[in-house]
Antibody
Framework: EEQLVESGGGLVQPGGSLRLSCAAS????????MSWVRQAPGKGLEWVSI???????YYTDSVKGRFTISRDTSKNTVYLDMNSLRSEDTAVYYC????????????????WGQGTTVTVSS | QSALTQPASVSGSPGQSITISCTGT?????????VSWYQQHPGRAPKLILY???NRPSGVPGRFSGSKSGNTASLTIYGLQTEDEADYYC??????????FGGGTHLTVL
């Protein structure tokens, strides 16, 4: 079964740092693109970042220069390093897999983790 | 990177059909046929229900249908069932190589 399990969330003070992990099973993270999506309390989904199979990365404007997405193929895990955290970064953070069918990649996310909660507060 | 525009809420009775619109720009929905839709029940992770405007992943009922015209995409659910009550989000790939979501629409099945 293809599965994603996020971890690393918690309570952090404004200006602090946190590393989120997303452990994959049942597939190889380097063969798919992987995204982080967040959801603030009572709000909608917000796309945060993506890492493609070729290792190129992109970010939403509000986290550029503060967040870094990466992966460790030996651990089949994707990470999100978050620095200079702000109260507006408080959210449930989901890891999601890009849809791949055969040799084709689609711009949609077909496997999601259960999420990990990040709270930025003093 | 402005969010796509969706109605905040829609409602329908069991057996009826509803349509949720999703409006973007010429840099996202209007440029690519890479619109996807997600269903999210309270406390649960989102679930992919449509990709590339109208394609359904395996296991998604044929009651879910998608279309696109210009900068606006639409999700139509035929034959509403009580379990369809959930939040629905559209998403699009953009010319900046990023993704963008809509604000979400809460569907109430009366």
């Amino acid at each position: 079964e293809e599965q994603l399990v996020e971890s690393g969330g918690g309570l952090v003070q404004p200006g602090g740092s946190l590393r989120l992990s997303c452990a994959a099973s049942g597939f190889t993270v380097s063969y798919n693109y992987m995204s982080w999506v967040r959801q603030a309390p009572g709000k909608g989904l917000e796309w945060v970042s993506i890492i493609y199979s070729g290792s190129s990365t992109y970010y939403t404007d509000s986290v550029k220069g503060r967040f870094t997405i990466s992966r460790d193929t030996s651990k089949n895990t994707v990470y999100l390093d978050m620095n200079s955290l702000r109260s507006e970064d408080t959210a449930v953070y989901y890891c999601a897999r890009g849809l791949v069918r055969g040799l084709s990649t689609y711009y949609a996310m077909d496997v999601w983790g259960q999420g990990t909660t990040v709270t930025v507060s003093s | 990177q402005s969010a796509l525009t969706q109605p905040a809420s829609v409602s329908g009775s069991p057996g009826q059909s509803i349509t949720i619109s999703c409006t973007g720009t010429s840099s996202d929905i209007g440029y690519y046929n890479y619109v996807s839709w997600y269903q999210q029940h309270p406390g649960r992770a989102p679930k992919l229900i449509l990709y590339d405007v109208f394609n359904r992943p395996s296991g998604v009922p044929g009651r879910f249908s998608g279309s696109k015209s210009g900068n606006t995409a639409s999700l139509t659910i035929y034959g509403l069932q009580t379990e369809d009550e959930a939040d629905y989000y559209c998403s699009s790939y953009t010319t900046s190589s990023t993704h963008v979501f809509g604000g979400g629409t809460h569907l109430t099945v009366l």
